[in-house]
């Protein structure tokens, strides 16, 4: 009886601890845990509440989405049997089903037939040398790309490569911003506050992420190398700046979930994370420091929907298009 008395006192103690630790976390400034506006079912992807469905809703049959435990958020549509299939990076994920919509309002014949992924452009460009295949937790399967849209310099890289076909249609830009947290808890009036020690980032990942490449030229016109280094570097080492492993899905998300208080993505996210609704905010860069991406597409080498994907290309520099892409902060491409 003593013995199991002193367990018991013993779990006590560390229920106690734990419930302290959480106590804590949930009441020091800048620690929180999630945002007590933001509902786990509003901060988790895919973030679309019904109003931004990539299928009908007559045709989604089961649903099987629950966050975060199966939530995928970046594969959209029906890979049965497509008539085009785009893989787009991940910039502008939340303005692919209007622009789909739009685009099969002008060709019905793709009603509910145009499959779309948008993840970063350099994880697409694995699954294009993988023959379109991919594994998601116990899932394969293949969906080979018949068009490609991510930053031009990328897209003309891959036609160099001999994996897309000429020419590198551009169509919009995109400037960078800082996203915080509604309130701005880290108190971010810049791009030069990233060095301080105790603001804690998140930032997208040099290996697979593009717009890496903007942010730190970005931060050089901020402050200086020191500033780059600082960022993606000292702090990742000491675990103030989390890299993304996915894309900005993660951004918005660590911030609501307290994990972070900034990081750099492209406007048009920030804008969208308000439009939604959520406990989002940004600081702008000025113009001096800031990046601007120039987007563009190609149709991919031997794509089995060709046709379709030159029009997907016409359809995408379109004044249709380019209205919806305005909704979110992009600017029209005048070459």
Known sequence: MEMNSAKSA?????????ALLFTLATALPGVVLADETAKPADIYPP????QNNDVDAARRGLEFTVPPVDDV????????DPKLVLYVGGN??????PLVAAFETQHPEFKGRVFWETIPPGLLEKQLKADGRVTIGNMTFVAKADAYLA????????????????PAVAYATNNLTVMVPAGNPGHV???????KPDLRLVMPNPAWEGVARQIKASLKKAGSQDLVDTVYDKKVKDGSTILTQIHHRQTPLFLMQGRAQAGVTWKSEAIFQEQAGHPISHVDIPDEQNTTAIYAGATVKDAAHAAAAAQWLEFIHSPVALDIFQRYGFRPYHG
């Open 10 to 18: 013993a779990w006590r103690n560390v229920i106690g601890f734990a």
């Open 47 to 50: 973030w679309q509440h019904g």
């Open 73 to 80: 958020a970046d594969f959209h549509g029906e890979i049965t």
């Open 151 to 166: 930053g031009l310099k990328k897209v003309e890289s891959l036609i160099d490569a001999g994996l897309l076909v000429k």
């Open 189 to 195: 009036t810049g791009l030069k506050d990233f060095g």
């Open 92 to 97: 502008y994920y939340f303005a692919m089903a």
